[in-house]
């Protein structure tokens, strides 16, 4: 084995890593081949593709192997590839490929700024002339339109990003949690944490595990019971009738967390809104946290599904939730 490569820490911490399932099933088929099929991508000597590979050939001396040289003009330049690679071959989830976008915006921000102006002379000695159009791009609007995703969206890709590096910070391996989905905060929540002074980020990473600890009180068979009974076709009029004289439900104050978080957003500037192209994100995340909540109560109170007088109240709580759908059905878009 070639003595001459490594490993650089902070490439491979670009690379969303294999479960242990994948990297012991991935050792089986290199053994049984007894070749490493894809060779390993080196920079410098520095393993840019192919770290799991390399583990293995570090195990298995005898496994035959090959190397390509791969050029890059800095480290950052480096880091971007990494990041794209990542992104074009990978079953990511959705947290891993914001994550990715947002490392590689970053990167190519840093390449740029060390290169100067070798892009433009790049560009002079391959096609004879400049692209004023494609010199004057942003890094986000180029990043933006390779991807198909709006410019704003990168942005805050970089700032979730840098959320997960400093939460990894203070608490190690919380950064897998955090993309692999096995904890679920919302991304201002994230990136909070890196906009925080150093001695409020540990309560704040404290506060990213609440999601994992309610959403682990839920079961699957509370779900299979929610979807059951509160199927919206199931749903009649007669059943949605108000009970009469109903208690007012009480308002609940405000949590610390949502305190902390009410800040952090305030924070934002006007330049890093989002727009509609990003607020699918946003859509899918507030269904899915009214789910999780929904199974949450159930499971902690299962009379309101049991109990007759109180299921007729929570599937008038949710007919409403249902006309509110119909309604955005039956609109005409502009």
Known sequence: MDELLRIDPEFESKIPPLTEEEYQLLEENILQDGVVLNPLIV????????????????????????????????????????????????????????????????????ANCFRGNQYALADKSASGQNDPKQKSERTSECIAREINTSESYVRRAERYAKGVDAAEEIEPGIKQELLSGSIRPTDTAVAAIAK?????????????????????????????????????????????????????????PMTEIQKILAISSGMETAEELADESTMFYELEDAVSTMIRRCLRCFESYPGLLNKKSYRRKVLKIFKEAIQFIHKIEQEEPT
């Open 43 to 110: 920079w410098n000597g520095c393993i840019v593709d192919g770290h799991n590979r390399f583990r293995i050939i570090q195990a298995h001396p005898e496994i035959k192997y090959t190397v390509f040289e791969k050029e890059f003009p800095d480290r950052y330049a480096a880091i971007a590839w990494i990041c794209c690679n990542q992104l074009g071959r990978r079953n990511l989830t959705p947290q891993q490929k914001k994550y990715l976008i947002g490392q590689r915006y970053e990167a190519e921000k840093l």
């Open 196 to 252: 925080a002074n150093l001695d409020d980020r540990p309560a704040l990473v404290e506060q990213l595990r609440q999601s994992k600890l309610m959403s682990d009180k839920a079961p699957v068979s509370v779900e299979q019971q929610a979807s059951t009974e509160i199927e919206p076709s199931s749903i009649t009029d007669d059943e949605a009738q108000p009970e009469p004289e109903e208690s007012k439900l009480p308002t609940r």
